[in-house]
């Protein structure tokens, strides 16, 4: 039961970060969120043995976090959580491909290879999305989510969804408190009770459900959700975006960490 | 300044599950007028108000704000002189900031940023809370977060205000807060609630509701101590009306009265 109520304050965490004054948070949110969706793409894209040349590509989610100021450990955790799936879907790959694979000279099973660029790509995709949201706000996000004419439906379920989500958790917490309150010898809910509770609840949200959103229309709302922040594009902005493509392309064509390699070869020699 | 009227004429309301909810209910509503609208629970309070905001229609009857007809067409600009406050704040609180919650309104009415910041301030002055703006709502007290959605309603600058049950679950000092914050408003203002002495103290009119149909419309004054009717209607005298058991006056004067005594 705490459970519910902590994951409950956790999870408003990223708002209160997203209110943070730091050079990535003044940036537009169409930017930001225009350099994750190439970050992904330029991310997945590598083939699964490519795991050296994934490496430059933390420069970015390393960057971002110094520069917005976001606290490590929430933040690590947030990717934490994310890996046990990560790992469920790639640990096979060792067992089923033996193979050999010599990278500069060492030998190794290319199962290991694929599952490691699995556990990196999902790392870096992750804490970039993370990131996103810590440093715009799902509001900010949603109004860019327009600009990129998203339709508004999707936008709108997308963040009454995210703001709901806790009220959603508060009446679960409150009828379970009370089913545990008259059940004291059970753990858990007995399987008995399973659909009606799920039923009630289901009933209960959409009850309320009803009535925000006539509260949301008593006060004008027309399907347009206006976060009355609708800064233009400055050429700061713009500099951001084309700096990080043109990094990501850069680390896409040229394999950077053989690069700097042989400049270090180069120089030792 | 007749367009600050609100008037039902012989309105009818059923629920699709055949509950007739409202039946015949006339009256109207004057500007400047403060009316609490009582009765007990499914008397018809709630559906009166719904049926007000055009959030449910009439199956019969009419329902007029100013010279304008309740209707899906003029929704708009009848949602825009009538500011509704909910019962639970949670349902009208739903933003990542006070601030944007109490800017929702204007936004939806697309005024310019500079206006809407003037109309937030507004509203916030007036309610006393301009400290807690940038504050997450759902961190809020109950009293804090009644406030905050008396605010969002008062930033669209509504002619008529409408209140259900502003006073539930607060505790005594918010809700005397709250009582201080409505008599000080000059708005027309329509309360429904069981706390009949926050609308002795707030309304100067009531209208008695039973079973959807009007039992008594008049001055606050006059129904809120005629025990027979209010009985019949599952009400009881406010306890600041009641007679003292000891000399008979009622407790407005009992603390007098007693000094008196000693």
Request: glycine share 6%; net charge positive; with cysteine.
């Amino acid at each position: 039961m705490p459970d519910i109520m902590n994951s409950l304050y956790n999870i408003r965490l990223l708002d209160s970060l997203a209110r943070k004054e730091t050079p990535v948070h003044r940036m537009h949110p169409l930017v930001k969120v225009l350099v994750t969706l190439i970050f992904l793409i330029f991310v997945v894209s590598f083939d699964r043995y490519e795991v050296i040349r994934l490496m430059p590509f933390f420069l970015y989610p390393v960057i971002i976090f110094m520069l917005s100021d976001i606290p490590a450990i929430p933040f690590l955790k947030r990717i934490m959580l994310a890996m046990p799936f990560v790992i469920g879907i790639g640990i096979l790959n060792p067992l089923f491909d033996k193979h050999i694979l010599l990278i500069n000279g060492v030998a190794i099973s290319r199962g290991w290879v694929s599952f490691f660029s699995i556990l990196i790509k999902s790392v870096l995709t992750i804490a970039a999305g993370i990131l996103l949201i810590a440093t715009t706000g799902m509001d900010k996000l949603a109004a860019a989510l327009r600009m990129l004419k998203i339709p508004k439906i999707l936008v709108l379920q997308l963040l009454l969804t995210y703001r709901y989500i806790s009220i959603l958790m508060e009446e679960v917490a409150r009828t379970i408190r009370a089913y545990l309150l008259r059940a004291p010898m059970q753990k858990g809910i007995h399987r008995s009770a399973w659909g009606s509770l799920a039923g009630q609840l289901l009933i209960r949200t959409y009850d309320r459900g009803q009535r925000v959103y006539h509260a949301m229309c008593l006060r004008g709302f027309s399907g347009e959700y206006n976060t009355g922040d609708n800064a233009r594009l400055n050429i700061k902005d713009y500099v951001y975006l084309l700096c990080w493509a043109l990094f990501f392309v850069v680390a896409k064509i040229y394999n950077i960490p053989l690069i700097i390699e042989s400049i270090l070869a180069g120089v030792i020699r | 300044m007749s367009h600050h009227k609100l008037e039902f004429k012989n309105v009818h309301f059923t629920y699709p599950d055949g509950n007739k909810a409202i039946n015949d209910v006339s009256f109207c509503i004057r500007h400047g007028e403060s009316v609490g609208i009582i009765g007990s629970n499914g008397a018809g309070k709630s559906t009166l108000l719904m049926l007000m905001m055009g959030i449910i229609f009439a199956s019969h009857g009419e329902i007029l704000v100013g010279d304008t007809h309740v209707t899906k067409k003029t929704l708009p600009m009848i949602r825009q002189r009538l500011g509704m406050v909910f019962q639970n704040p949670d349902d009208q609180l739903f933003m990542t900031t006070v601030y944007d919650d109490v800017a929702f309104g204007p936004r939806n009415y697309m005024m310019d940023e500079e206006d809407v910041a003037k109309k937030v301030n507004y509203a916030l002055e007036v309610v006393g809370i301009p400290h807690l703006k940038d504050r997450a709502p759902f961190r809020l007290s109950g009293g804090e977060k009644r406030s905050v959605s008396i605010a969002t309603v008062l930033s669209m600058q509504p002619d008529i205000l409408i209140m259900d049950e502003p006073t539930s679950s607060l505790d005594p000092k918010s809700r005397r807060k709250v009582i201080d914050l409505l008599k000080s408003f000059e708005h027309t203002k329509i309360i429904t609630s069981h706390d009949l002495d926050m609308v002795y103290e707030v309304c100067n009119r009531v209208i008695v509701l039973k079973d959807g149909r009007v039992m008594a419309d008049g001055a606050a004054e006059e129904i809120l101590v005629n025990g027979e009717l209010l009985e019949e209607c599952g009400l009881e005298i406010p306890l600041s009306l009641k007679s003292c058991p000891k000399c008979g006056s009622t407790i407005k004067r009992v603390k007098e009265c007693h000094i008196e005594n000693l």
